[in-house]
């Protein structure tokens, strides 16, 4: 099925332990992104990547880096996690014009960090 | 910046009854784009419906619909005869109109937890 798949689904991390949460999307999309939902938060954007070859920090971006590695993939590095990093990600791709609309969510990411 | 205040953060109501959400959102911009997401248990975003700021008119779909005030920058969501598949938490979200840089960030709420009670 057509889409953006996310890898892990779960996972516990030690402080200070690093990791890399890959994203992947088969639409042709030209916009990835990456946020993560906090309770009580809504969802924040950490990064973006509008085109391949391209990132730029979102609202939230401190502890995070990104690779826009091809147009299909879209990577978010924890270099050094910690507890405040503890969250639901999801990554997410997009095309939109005045007729079409497509934004699309990967399932998410659970990352607890202790 | 754009903010987005959902200032419901719980519902209940019963099971074929109407419920309407509010979310009230802060811009400078004219022309913009306005959603709502449904999240259930499986965590899944599951767009309900959109609303672009130059259209009068106001979206449905199916027992969907909003009431889109532009002047008080107001967004509500209407569910009418609400089912138990309904039970999930609902994020208002604004976008900013995509540019030829193809970036289509979403500002999202803090979302509205809807129970639909049997």
């Known amino acids: 099925n057509a889409g953006v798949t996310q890898t892990p689904k779960f996972q516990v991390l030690k402080t200070g332990q690093s990791m890399t949460l890959q994203c992947a999307q088969d639409?042709?999309?030209?916009?990835m992104y990456w946020y993560r939902q906090d309770p009580g938060m809504g969802l924040r954007l950490i990064y973006y990547s509008a085109s391949e070859g391209t990132t730029d920090k979102g609202e939230v971006p401190n502890g995070y880096n990104v690779s826009r590695l091809n147009k299909r993939e879209f990577s978010l590095r924890l270099e050094s996690a910690a507890p405040s990093q503890t969250s639901v990600y999801f990554c997410?791709?997009?095309?939109?014009?005045?007729?079409?609309?497509?934004?699309?969510f990967g399932s998410g990411t659970r990352l607890t960090v202790v | 910046a754009q903010t987005v205040t959902q200032s419901q953060p719980e519902m209940s109501v019963q099971e074929a009854e109407t419920v309407t959400l509010s979310c009230t959102y802060d811009t400078s911009e004219n022309n913009y784009y306005l959603f709502w997401y449904k999240q259930p248990p499986s965590r899944q975003m599951i767009l309900v419906i959109r609303q672009e700021a130059y259209k009068q008119q106001n979206a449905t779909e199916n027992r969907f619909s909003v009431n889109f005030q532009k002047a008080a920058k107001s967004f509500s969501l209407k569910i009418s005869d609400s089912q138990l598949g309904d039970t999930a938490m609902y994020f208002c979200?604004?976008?900013?109109?995509?540019?030829?840089?193809?970036?289509?960030?979403?500002?999202f709420g803090t979302g509205t937890r809807l129970t639909i009670i049997p």
């Open positions: 997410a791709s997009s095309h939109f014009d005045r007729v079409v609309y497509g934004y699309t």
């Open positions: 639409m042709n999309h030209n916009s």
């Open positions: 979200a604004f976008m900013n109109p995509p540019s030829n840089f193809g970036n289509e960030k979403l500002t």
